[in-house]
């Protein structure tokens, strides 16, 4: 069947719209159907939805303190009962995205297919999603009818600007959620952080178990200050409470795809692998010559990181 | 208070993996109590521990030919636990696996739900908000601490940008980061107690679920399964002290130096 049109949800940050919503309007706009966005808070967004594809951008408004998955979910839910199912919504993988995404799903009673990080036309939309630390892709789709609900992962598609007029806002009522939608932010904090966001970040430097203790992390953070890059981390230092979860690269985590990847005391287990194999080079650092991470690093040094790193940093210096 | 830990046994992330002929994760091995899953039960038992009563129930989706995450769930401290075990669930996706851990929650009527924000093996990270969902239930999900008073859930939720806090009444479904709590070692008496708690094993035709489930259920296919794209070895040193200086040289001729 022929796509007829799509729907993104486009999340806003301080005041723009994220760089994953704008990869998915980038990409929906590809097949030459009408793609509408949907959106939720106080911002005026119009003019970059449009600028990457958006000709509609259905608006929730102020969420007035709610999470956004239920206000959310029950707007859209509320769109396809007025005006029909697209053939797909298109969601991102970030926290707010995925509650989106379940709780449309629920709501819908239709299936949705996450950890997207491919998309194409084959009578349908079939999407492609890694398996096995990425080294299988499994394609999957939708077998009724639609809406299908893909949730898809940062850094899968380009984000590239049409210079398209602004879109059309139309607004998006909430419907009855009852209890559902009593969870309210109180208060946000906004955690010191210097340098570049991880998944925008040309250079990443992460730390795994081979560290051996959690403040031995801090060397991982100056390497990548000197770098004027982020730090990020594997599941296993993140799971020891060592660093928060944000930092964590991998399939549960982040995508990253930086110009280079340096990767201190990681073995390379599957569900980190996945996360960074897209990088453009990998530089791994780690004392077993066997560590599967060798097997994906254009230069590897077999190497204690204890001395390796404080030798960088000592190199970085030097260089001012 | 009682609390529910949606859990999963699933095969050892360590070991090789593989689909099955129907591209199903291979589950035919030894499967273990996810990781993940770890945090939820542990922080059930200390928010029921504070509570001064109740009791923590695990639930399960899976085979129960093998019970060993279960009993590991059992012995860190749970007090029984309900695993729906049925040949039809094979191929089941995350919002049939939401239908059927619904089905069985409400069978508890439990004043909160723990789940991990997503499983080590399938990963698909929604089932926990579409069960919030069917369960009529407000959802705070990527919690980094938790504590309850009274009826209302304290969450600190995880940002991009840091983290918020988030109140909920109960009854609420929360999902927790790893990393948040310790998971307490079984004790020996902890795992000799679990071989007589209580494991109720339920079927799909037990929660009325039949047409839900499975493949049928799932309205989604495979269309194929193949090998990505791999990328080759660079070079590899044995750090002689001059790795620092190998690292600079590929920086520089990389040109991020």
New interface residues.
């Given amino acids: 069947m022929a796509l007829t049109s799509l729907w993104v949800v486009v999340e806003p940050s301080n005041g723009a719209l994220t760089t994953a919503s704008l990869e998915l309007l980038s990409h929906a706009r590809t097949y030459g159907v009408p793609v509408s966005a949907i959106t939720w808070g106080d911002d005026d967004v119009a003019a970059q939805a449009g600028d990457y594809g958006a000709s509609t951008l259905y608006h929730v408004g102020s969420l007035n303190g709610s999470l956004p998955g239920v206000p959310v979910a029950s707007a859209i839910a509320g769109l396809v009962g007025a005006q029909g199912a697209p053939d797909a919504i298109l969601i991102p993988s970030s926290y707010d995205g995925r509650d989106i995404a379940g709780r449309l799903s629920a709501r819908l009673d239709r299936p949705v297919l996450t950890n997207v990080t491919g998309l194409s036309d084959d009578g349908g939309l079939v999407s492609e999603h890694p398996a096995f630390g990425g080294t299988q892709i499994v394609k999957a789709r939708f077998g009724a009818q639609g809406p299908g609900i893909f949730v898809v992962r940062a850094k899968s598609f380009a984000a590239e600007s049409a210079g398209g007029a602004s879109a059309a806002v139309v607004e998006a009522p909430i419907g009855e959620t009852g209890a559902t939608g009593s969870a309210v932010i109180v208060q946000s904090h906004v955690e010191e952080r210097t340098g570049p966001k991880l998944e925008e970040a040309a250079v990443v430097v992460s730390g795994g178990r081979g560290l051996g203790d959690a403040e031995k992390y801090a060397m991982i953070e100056e390497v990548a200050k000197l770098l004027n890059g982020a730090a990020g981390a594997s599941r296993a230092i993140v799971d020891a409470g060592w660093v928060p979860y944000s930092h964590q690269v991998g399939q549960t985590g982040k995508t990253v795809k930086p110009t280079v990847y340096i990767a201190c005391g990681i073995s390379g287990a599957t569900q980190h692998m996945v996360g960074m194999k897209g990088s453009k080079n990998i530089v791994a650092i780690n004392k077993d010559s066997d560590a599967p991470i060798f097997q994906i690093a254009d230069l590897g040094i077999v190497g204690d990181v204890h001395k390796v790193v404080p030798a960088l940093i000592e190199a970085l210096k030097a260089r001012g | 208070m009682n609390v529910v830990v949606c859990v999963k046994q699933i095969p050892d ?2 070991a090789p ?3 099955d002929s129907s ?1 199903y994760l291979d589950r035919s091995g030894k499967l273990i109590l996810d ?2 899953d770890t945090y939820g039960v542990e922080m059930a038992l200390q928010l029921v521990d504070k509570a001064g009563e109740g009791e923590v129930t695990v639930v399960s989706m899976g085979s129960a030919a093998e019970l060993a995450g279960v009993r590991n769930a059992l012995a860190m401290g749970a007090a029984k636990a309900i695993i729906v075990s049925d040949e039809a669930l094979r191929g089941t ?3 049939g696996t ?1 239908k059927v851990l619904a089905a069985a929650i409400n069978r508890v009527n439990p004043d909160l739900v723990l789940a991990a ?2 499983s ?1 093996d399938g ?12 369960l ?7 919690a ?1 601490s938790v504590t309850i008073e009274g009826t209302t859930a304290h969450v600190s ?13 109960l009854p ?1 479904l929360i999902t927790v ?4 709590v ?1 998971p307490r070692y079984a004790s020996f008496k902890g795992i000799m107690a679990a071989k007589s708690k209580p494991v109720d094993v339920l079927s799909v035709d037990d929660l009325g679920l039949a047409d839900q489930v499975g493949p049928v259920g ?11 794209e ?2 080759q ?7 002689d ?1 001059d ?6 040289a ?2 520089e001729s ?1 040109k ?2």
């Fill in positions: 992330p360590a993996q593989s689909f591209n990781e993940a996706d995350a919002l939401a924000t997503e080590s990963y698909t990270g929604t089932t926990p908000v579409q069960l919030a969902e069917l009529g239930w407000p959802s705070i999900t990527f980094k939720r995880q940002t991009e940008a840091g983290y918020d806090e988030i109140t909920a009444p609420a980061t790893a990393g948040v310790e799932a309205r989604q296919e495979i269309v194929s399964v193949e090998k990505a791999s990328r070895a660079g070079e590899k040193y044995v750090d002290g790795g620092a200086a190998k690292i600079v590929f920086l990389i991020v130096l």
